[in-house]
């Protein structure tokens, strides 16, 4: 472990379970309880900032990004997904990519927010039974190098 790592979270462990990961980045999606459908995408090196990275990099960065929504998108169906790149604990540009529905419990507010109303754990639940095939879709859109295009 470098001296640049020693002490990183995102260094020592993948930040999530793990749905496909590359030399440059990975994605995984996170248990947070009420966001059946977080995900994260996650920058291997030490780069805070989007801009940091070579138009590669970016291009690179933003089609996983897209490659999660779509795969929420298509599968979950959901209100919106929430993007939001924040990073300021972490030397690591990373990109949360959630799923929002009209019946979680801060919609349509962040997900930091307050609460707007109880959870439902019938649809959380049944969110979370179509998880795998958004993960199917996600590993296999990054394996090929694909970008989806919106239907």
């Known amino acids: 472990m470098s001296k640049s790592s020693f002490g990183c979270a995102l260094c020592a462990q993948d930040?999530?379970?793990?749905?496909?990961?590359?030399?440059?980045?990975?994605v995984v999606h996170v248990e947070e309880?009420?966001?059946?459908?977080y995900y994260r995408?996650?920058?291997?090196?030490h780069v805070a900032e989007l801009s940091a990275l070579s138009p590669e990099e970016r291009a690179?960065?933003?089609g996983a990004v897209v490659c999660v929504e779509r795969s929420l998108m298509e599968h979950l169906k959901p209100a919106k997904v929430n993007l939001a790149a924040l990073g300021n604990q972490v030397p690591h540009l990373?990109?949360?990519?959630i799923a929002r529905f009209d019946w979680d419990t801060h919609f349509?507010?962040?997900?930091?927010?307050e609460p707007q109303r109880p959870r439902d754990h019938?649809?959380?639940?049944?969110?979370?039974?179509l998880l795998d095939v958004v993960n199917a879709q996600i590993r296999g859109y990054l394996a090929k190098g694909e970008t989806p295009q919106e239907k």
């Open 15 to 26: 930040g999530g379970d793990l749905v496909w990961r590359s030399d440059k980045l990975r």
């Open 33 to 37: 309880d009420g966001f059946p459908g």
């Open 41 to 45: 995408v996650i920058w291997n090196a």
């Open 60 to 62: 690179e960065c933003m």
């Open 94 to 97: 990373h990109w949360h990519v």
């Open 108 to 113: 349509p507010n962040a997900i930091w927010g």
């Open 122 to 129: 019938d649809r959380e639940a049944a969110v979370g039974a």
